[in-house]
């Protein structure tokens, strides 16, 4: 890659202004010549340049220097991203400043790093901003490619999340798997599996993301890695619970008992085996690990998740018919609800505790829930709330509410036929 790149990228996306050929230290052949990248730029006419741009001098002359503390600082910002490590929103702050990387390796190198913040972060406007300007100069120059290990590792990050945004996941996991050869950090490995894992549940590929979380928890046995054990038995016990396979999932969330876990993580195996043991209808032991959960996280003022402890209590303790504790943890999770999101939760709870003796109230609550759902396209929510809207404006003898609700949730499963068909 040499500074032709550059020249090109500042003038068309940074609006640079062309030399002027009457006054410039070269001539109009020599200019098109450069930016053809045929003719390298000389000292009097990069001075001439930085002054007229008004930019560092080394910007246009140390493009080929590999800047030893730039290089350190891009490979801990790679691993911090890798390891999910909020240093690095600093470090790509303190890099994001223009023209404070004048070599052209290196700023590549933090850009595709920096595009890869911005898809974590579905900033998708600040990565078409990058990929229609930036990389559209910097990338099609293949001879990078064999320059840099470092730079390697940052092409397949930002190919591996592109692709998966674009819909394209064997292409996606293709170039996080060369990643993964090419990492011998046991973090950033495990951190990396843990990527995979995610991206396959959240496109509902259930069989590959346990064969991710398998992988992870093979990994962490032979390096006696804790933490990924850890991580990897809390996936498989979600996963299998996702497939509706519980005696596996609850397997996986026991063998988590054993381990060394943070409070945050040890409450959360406790929430998941009570999920579990409700979803079996062993109501006394749901409720005794939802208790186990709150005590963890009250204990060690865990606010994250506490919510659910309190609306996880309150619903078992109605179904096991003892509304008096129903009622309490009700009003706790009222209390603690942080967002509109968890505040229609709590209504849905307190409208299924209403639903029989009082429908009409249940009927107000669960349109506020409605609302909310309908305007984030909640699908699951909608998929219960409609039916249980209908048999209760059926329960009243409001026909027309009833059939109102029916032709919703038709509708809602006609449109995800066609989502999925299409």
Do not use: C
């Amino acid at each position: 890659m040499n500074i032709a790149n550059r020249l090109n990228y500042l003038l068309e996306s940074e609006n640079f202004i062309r030399p002027d050929f009457r006054q410039a230290p070269f001539l109009q052949q020599e200019w098109e010549a450069i930016l053809a990248g045929l003719l390298p730029l000389r000292t009097d006419q990069a001075i001439y340049l930085a002054e007229r741009w008004e930019i560092p001098y080394a910007y246009l002359t140390d493009y080929n220097k590999t800047d030893i503390d730039i290089h350190r600082k891009l490979q801990s910002l790679q691993h911090d991203m890798l390891t999910n490590n909020k240093q690095a929103e600093v470090t790509l702050s303190e890099l994001s400043v223009p023209y404070t990387i004048p070599s052209l390796m290196q700023e590549v190198i933090f850009k595709l790093l920096q595009s890869v913040h911005f898809y974590k972060k579905n900033k998708l406007e600040n990565v078409d901003q990058l990929e229609s300007e930036y990389f559209s100069y910097m990338l099609p120059n293949n001879r990078i490619m064999k320059e840099s290990g470092v730079f390697q590792k940052a092409l397949f990050y930002y190919y591996g999340f592109k692709y998966y945004y674009e819909g394209k996941r064997e292409e996606s996991f293709a170039y996080f798997e060369r990643l993964l050869e090419m990492t011998s950090d046991k973090e950033e490995i495990i951190s990396l599996i843990q990527n995979f894992t995610l991206l396959a549940n959240e496109n509902k590929e259930y069989d590959r993301a346990i064969d991710f979380a398998k992988r992870m928890e093979e990994f962490s046995l032979t390096n006696k890695v804790n933490r990924g054990l850890a991580i990897a038995r809390n996936y498989l016990g979600v996963l299998y619970l996702l497939k509706e396979n519980y005696p596996t999932a609850i397997y996986y969330f026991e063998k988590m008992e054993h381990l060394d876990l943070t409070p945050l993580m040890r409450s959360r195996m406790y929430h998941n085996l009570g999920i579990l043991y409700s979803k079996q209808e062993r109501r006394g032991e749901a409720i005794e690990m939802f208790l186990e959960s709150k005590d963890i996280k009250e204990s060690n003022q865990l606010k994250e998740d506490l919510f659910l402890a309190y609306h996880a209590l309150a619903r078992n303790y109605f179904l096991a018919k003892q509304q008096h504790d129903a009622n309490h943890y009700l009003k706790l999770a009222y209390q603690t609800a942080g967002n509109e999101d968890e505040t229609s939760l709590a209504k849905k709870a307190e409208a299924e505790m209403k639903k029989e003796s009082d429908p009409k109230t249940a009927i107000d609550l669960y349109e506020q829930a409605l609302k909310y759902y309908e305007k984030v396209q909640f699908i699951s929510e909608l998929d219960e709330l409609y039916p249980a809207l209908s048999e209760l404006y059926k329960k009243i003898g409001k026909r027309d509410m009833e059939s109102l609700y029916k032709k919703r949730h038709e509708a809602l499963h006609k449109k995800q036929k066609e989502t999925k068909h299409a």
